[in-house]
């Protein structure tokens, strides 16, 4: 158990939808991270927050979104979705936004976009 | 197109032997980690290698980082069945952690 939580694990939803991917990073971790993984794309940098601040961004569609909290807890919105969004979503969380930082992942939310 | 190239794609071996992975890139990374993912689960870090040249050890596994910082390896010496799973190096660039596509390892027993 890395102590990230991601929830939902599992989405089914159709096309032009909207969902929200909800993570709880480590006790005591500033940082969190966002990545897509798919069997075309591999692993996909997203974007990263550093205590509620937007820290990098990487490959996020415009119909993506995402936000950190007060509370160090963080939101991915996926919207007009595609069938081709369909991925596993993953929420990383490190102490610090530092490079060589220890990152720690969830499980992952799998989303299915049909 | 992968920042990180890793070689090989799929790998099927028998229990016992030995294999290598292969991380490269044209790029000079800070510091470059290798992970492991088991299905269903998310990466777990093995190791992070900082200096150029650097050599880790954990059990049965050697990591390198090449002197220029651009590529690793990971050699595994008598695989074991619980060594499969997806194997990816990471490079950190620009406050970004970027990973390569893995190297897919199965170990038969």
């Known amino acids: 158990d890395s102590g990230v939580t991601q929830t939902p694990k599992h989405l089914i939803t159709a096309t032009g939808q909207r969902v929200t991917l909800r993570c709880s990073p480590r006790?005591?971790?500033?940082?969190v991270y966002w990545y897509q993984q798919s069997l075309d794309q591999g692993l996909q940098f997203l974007i990263q927050?550093?205590?509620?601040?937007?820290?990098a961004k990487g490959n996020i569609l415009e119909r993506f979104s995402a936000q950190q909290f007060p509370d160090l807890h963080s939101e991915l919105n996926l919207s007009s979705l595609e069938l081709g969004d369909s991925a596993l979503y993953f929420c990383?969380?490190?102490?610090?936004?530092?490079?060589?930082?220890?990152?720690?992942f969830g499980e992952g939310s799998w989303l299915t976009v049909v | 197109t992968q920042l990180l190239e890793q070689s090989p794609q799929f790998l099927s071996i028998q229990e016992g032997e030995n294999l290598t992975v292969y991380c490269n890139s044209s790029?000079?990374?800070?510091?470059l980690q290798w992970y492991r993912q088991e299905p269903g689960e998310g990466p777990v870090l093995l190791v992070t290698?900082?200096?150029?040249?650097e050599v880790k050890k954990l059990k049965r596994l050697t990591f390198q980082f090449g002197d220029a910082r651009k590529d690793s390896s990971l050699h595994i010496t008598a695989a074991q069945p619980g060594d499969t799973g997806l194997y990816l190096c990471?490079?950190?660039?620009?406050?970004?952690?970027?990973f390569g596509a893995g190297t897919i390892l199965r170990v038969k027993s």
């Open positions: 990383a969380s490190s102490a610090s936004g530092l490079s060589g930082n220890t990152i720690y």
């Open positions: 006790s005591g971790d500033l940082s």
């Open positions: 927050y550093y205590n509620g601040e937007e820290r």
């Open positions: 790029s000079v990374f800070s510091s």
């Open positions: 290698v900082v200096t150029g040249g």
């Open positions: 990471a490079g950190a660039c620009r406050r970004k952690l970027v």
